[in-house]
């Protein structure tokens, strides 16, 4: 980013990111109390790790959780563009249940610190593109999800079985860290309906569940999930959205941030902390080793068929 000489303050600046003016306000008011991360720290976090980020993100219908005042205030989900919007940012009609409603893509830098600006901090985005539609699912999700009395550590024990059961069927599994408690697996896939993509994922959890009585739930029942891993394979559905890879998570002290990791760190993590990395050290990993999930997106990804 670019900054303009007019009318700065700490509070505001003026700055240009690819060719447009954005107005960037409220620059100091902290988010995150216990780590005292403010507005302009999130917003640089997000400058920086763009060319990582939107590779993942873009051309896809994005859904915020908004918090203009941080993660101590009031939060809620926006599917539509926020109020104040540039109108240069892209957006496509998207058919919910009540209707179709508009939705932003993050397909620049500039949409993404737009969209940061007013508030949405954590972005989700579908497995399918807007151009293919939601009949044209390009990856597979697999959320792992620790109920109370488990943890990521045990996510990770679930997730390199899932990864054997993935390759067995000609899929390759990259392990993203949530930013929250849990951990995410994605796949690259050959086009296909939210309806295939979901039915083989659940016939995955279906199958841990029955291997692991004891320790995995396909079922969001509370009750069920005491000492149990949930592997969430919902989130397929097209109507589903997951947090987009390198997006910032609003946790109620600390950013967290879904974060690529490596299949050795995966076997190697023996508690929560190892894989739980604040926004600099996403930036810092990127920095030595590039993006992790570089093989997930993109002409270069390596796509399997559903069986």
Same mark, same amino acid.
């Given at each position: 980013?670019?900054?303009?000489?007019?009318?700065?303050? #700490?509070?505001?600046?003026?700055?240009?990111?690819?060719?447009?003016? +954005?107005?960037?306000? *409220? +620059?100091?008011?902290?988010?995150?109390?216990?780590?005292? *991360?403010?507005k302009a720290q999130i917003l640089r976090y997000y400058a920086r790790v763009a060319p990582a980020m939107l590779p993942h993100?873009?051309?896809?219908?994005?859904?915020?959780?908004?918090? #203009?005042?941080g993660a101590g205030g009031e939060?809620?989900?926006?599917?539509?563009?926020?109020?104040?919007?540039?109108?240069?940012?892209?957006?496509? #009609?998207?058919?919910?249940?009540? &209707?179709?409603?508009?939705?932003?893509?993050i397909d620049s830098t500039a949409a993404l610190i737009a969209m940061v600006n007013l508030g949405a901090y954590e972005v989700h985005v579908p497995q399918w593109t807007a151009e293919a539609g939601p009949d044209g699912h390009d990856r597979l999700v697999l959320d792992l999800d620790p109920?109370?009395?488990?943890?990521?550590?045990?996510?990770?024990?679930?997730?390199?079985?899932?990864?054997q059961l993935?390759?067995?069927?000609?899929?390759?599994?990259?392990?993203?860290?949530? &930013?929250?408690? &849990?951990?995410?697996?994605?796949?690259?896939?050959?086009a296909a309906s939210g309806r295939a993509t979901g039915h083989y994922a659940k016939g995955l959890a279906t199958r841990m569940m029955n291997e692991h009585p004891g320790l995995v739930v396909v079922s969001m029942t509370k009750a069920e999930r005491q000492g149990k891993v949930l592997i969430d394979w919902s989130q397929n559905a097209s109507a589903k959205t997951t947090a987009a890879p390198?997006?910032?998570?609003?946790?109620?002290?600390?950013?967290?941030?879904?974060?690529?990791?490596?299949?050795?760190?995966v076997a190697a993590c023996t508690g929560p902390d190892e894989l739980s990395f604040s926004?600099?050290?996403?930036l810092d990993r990127l920095d030595a080793h590039g993006d992790r999930l570089a093989g997930l997106g993109g002409e270069g990804a390596t796509r399997g068929r559903l069986p």
């Amino acid at each position: 980013m670019s900054t303009s000489s007019e009318r700065q303050s #700490p509070e505001r600046q003026v700055v240009e990111v690819e060719g447009r003016r +954005l107005s960037l306000s *409220h +620059l100091d008011r902290v988010l995150f109390p216990a780590s005292g *991360h403010t507005k302009a720290q999130i917003l640089r976090y997000y400058a920086r790790v763009a060319p990582a980020m939107l590779p993942h993100a873009a051309g896809r219908a994005a859904s915020f959780v908004r918090a #203009p005042e941080g993660a101590g205030g009031e939060s809620w989900i926006a599917k539509t563009p926020p109020n104040g919007s540039p109108r240069w940012v892209p957006r496509v #009609p998207v058919r919910h249940k009540d &209707g179709v409603a508009e939705q932003v893509m993050i397909d620049s830098t500039a949409a993404l610190i737009a969209m940061v600006n007013l508030g949405a901090y954590e972005v989700h985005v579908p497995q399918w593109t807007a151009e293919a539609g939601p009949d044209g699912h390009d990856r597979l999700v697999l959320d792992l999800d620790p109920g109370p009395g488990t943890d990521l550590v045990v996510c990770c024990r679930i997730a390199q079985r899932l990864r054997q059961l993935l390759a067995d069927d000609g899929l390759t599994a990259y392990p993203v860290v949530s &930013g929250a408690k &849990g951990l995410h697996l994605y796949a690259p896939v050959e086009a296909a309906s939210g309806r295939a993509t979901g039915h083989y994922a659940k016939g995955l959890a279906t199958r841990m569940m029955n291997e692991h009585p004891g320790l995995v739930v396909v079922s969001m029942t509370k009750a069920e999930r005491q000492g149990k891993v949930l592997i969430d394979w919902s989130q397929n559905a097209s109507a589903k959205t997951t947090a987009a890879p390198y997006t910032v998570r609003l946790l109620p002290e600390r950013p967290g941030v879904a974060a690529p990791v490596t299949w050795d760190e995966v076997a190697a993590c023996t508690g929560p902390d190892e894989l739980s990395f604040s926004p600099e050290e996403v930036l810092d990993r990127l920095d030595a080793h590039g993006d992790r999930l570089a093989g997930l997106g993109g002409e270069g990804a390596t796509r399997g068929r559903l069986p």
